[in-house]
């Protein structure tokens, strides 16, 4: 099962930051029960963020790089995320190199933080090793909303 868990890049700057959104639906497959209803598996929040970071280093190397996950510092779930909420995913980074990068970041619902993540580091790999880098381009225009 893949999940793809940014639907809109607001914003971004290469090699520097990247805003995101996520819109949850009830006919998503991954909701866990939870006391108040369903709710979003906090790994997938957390996931959220790194996708959103790998967003951020596709777009800044013109889709010929991309992030996979290596570690994670520090990860604060503060609340849920139930389904109807509009994730706003904020990732910024605080380390880049050719090799590596590392991303601090932020999710949040309305003025309601659900994660704050620090040290997240991921290593930079070639898209073409991983995925059709063409169709990586046509999911970025997609995001974007055309506008490249």
Known sequence: MRFH???????????TEIRARKLTS?????WRVGPDGPVMPKPLVLE?????????????SDYARRAALLSIEHV?????VYSGDV????GTVISNS???????GTVTVG????????GVMCVLIDTGKLDDPE???????????GAL
Do not use: K, N, Y
């Open 76 to 80: 604060e779930f503060e609340s849920e």
């Open 26 to 30: 009830a006919a998503e497959e991954f």
């Open 87 to 90: 994730l706003t995913i904020d």
């Open 111 to 118: 003025e309601r933080r659900v994660l704050t993540a620090t």
């Open 48 to 60: 959220a963020l790194c996708q959103a970071g790998t967003w951020l280093v596709m777009l800044s």
């Open 135 to 145: 169709r990586v381009r046509l999911h970025g225009e997609q995001l974007l909303g």
């Open 5 to 15: 868990l940014v639907d809109r890049i607001e914003s971004w700057t290469p090699h």
């Open 98 to 104: 050719d090799e590596v990068a590392v991303l601090d």
